[in-house]
T-cell receptor, first 117, second 111 residues
Framework: EAQVTQNPRYLITVTGKKLTVTCSQN?????MSWYRQDPGLGLRQIYY???????DKGDVPEGYKVSRKEKRNFPLILESPSPNQTSLYFC????????????????FGAGSRLTVL | KNEVEQSPQNLTAQEGEFITINCSYS?????LHWLQQHPGGGIVSLFM???GKKKHGRLIATINIQEKHSSLHITASHPRDSAVYIC?????????????FGTGTLLAVQP
């Protein structure tokens, strides 16, 4: 089944304890991206990647790191989590970055709910 | 002012009604996305369009590039259509896949 898989789905952690949220897709998509969703603010883009070894900042990159060493994986790293990073996180991918093809539709993961105490 | 504005923010409809959700944007775009998010659930992409109109089942999405406006229509609405509908635009320029989101429209369809 074509899908985007995020792990963990739920995590409670403490301030300063490094954590990684993994994202993997099995559709050979070039484009991958991370978003956070907060009440009243909606979805905001954290980082995105147009292909392997190509990443760029979204609107709210502070406090996050990403890497794209393989096409299928795009982990989100919180080096020193803080309570303001408590949020619902979504990873998404699409087939072909930068074109207007109708196939360039986003597929989202199920979401990861992170709480930082 | 947000770069992507949706209206209405909340919408309650009776089953069977025709529903319209609007999205206006103020930036140049390469594409516009309509997304659906059920309560407590994940996000599903409904449409990606850059011009004209697309139809999938009871859902229709239109876009007017000159007016910087898009609409999502639901015909013969059903309680299972109850969800948050989110408009997002891929901005023009060096980052064609940098997405800007509206804050969503919460739709409740009552039986």
């Amino acid at each position: 089944e074509a899908q985007v898989t995020q792990n963990p789905r739920y995590l409670i952690t403490v301030t300063g304890k490094k954590l990684t949220v993994t994202c993997s897709q099995n559709m050979n998509h070039e484009y991958m991206s991370w978003y956070r969703q907060d009440p009243g603010l909606g979805l905001r883009q954290i980082y995105y990647s147009m292909n392997v070894e190509v990443t760029d900042k979204g609107d709210v990159p502070e406090g996050y790191k990403v890497s794209r060493k393989e096409k299928r994986n795009f982990p989100l790293i919180l080096e020193s989590p803080s309570p303001n990073q408590t949020s619902l996180y979504f990873c998404a991918s699409s087939l072909w970055a930068g074109t207007l093809s109708g196939a360039n539709v986003l597929t989202f993961g199920a979401g990861s709910r992170l709480t930082v105490l | 002012k947000n770069e992507v504005e949706q209206s209405p923010q909340n919408l309650t409809a009776q089953e069977g009604e025709f529903i319209t959700i609007n999205c206006s944007y103020s930036v140049g775009i390469s594409a516009l996305h309509w997304l659906q998010q059920h309560p407590g659930g994940g996000i599903v992409s409904l449409f990606m369009l850059s011009s004209g109109k697309k139809k999938h089942g009871r859902l229709i999405a239109t876009i007017n590039i000159q007016e910087k406006h898009s609409s999502l229509h639901i015909t013969a609405s059903h309680p299972r259509d109850s969800a948050v509908y989110i408009c997002a635009v891929s901005s023009l320029g060096g980052a064609t896949n940098k997405l800007i989101f509206g804050t969503g429209t919460l739709l409740a369809v009552q039986p």
